[in-house]
């Protein structure tokens, strides 16, 4: 996918989105499934206390079928 589709994907989103938006971002797929994705480490995220943090980009990879984890 072209770099500038991915910056339109998901445009409305703040760069960083909680468990629930991460939901709606990968089409409805409930909590568990999504704190099973981020427990497991097939995307990448940041615990607050006991809340996660996603990066909007690592969501983005994981739908486009790359490993979902920002390359440093």
Do not use: W
Request: aromatic residues 6%.
């Amino acid at each position: 996918m072209a770099a500038g589709h991915r910056k339109m994907m998901f445009a409305n989103y703040p760069d960083v989105v909680c468990v629930d938006q991460l939901c709606t971002m990968l089409g409805g797929i409930g909590k568990k499934n999504a704190y099973d994705l981020l427990r497991s480490g097939v995307s990448r995220c940041i615990k607050i206390r006991k809340a996660f943090k996603i990066p909007k980009v690592c969501a983005i990879e994981y739908l486009i079928g790359g490993d979902g984890k920002v390359s440093t």
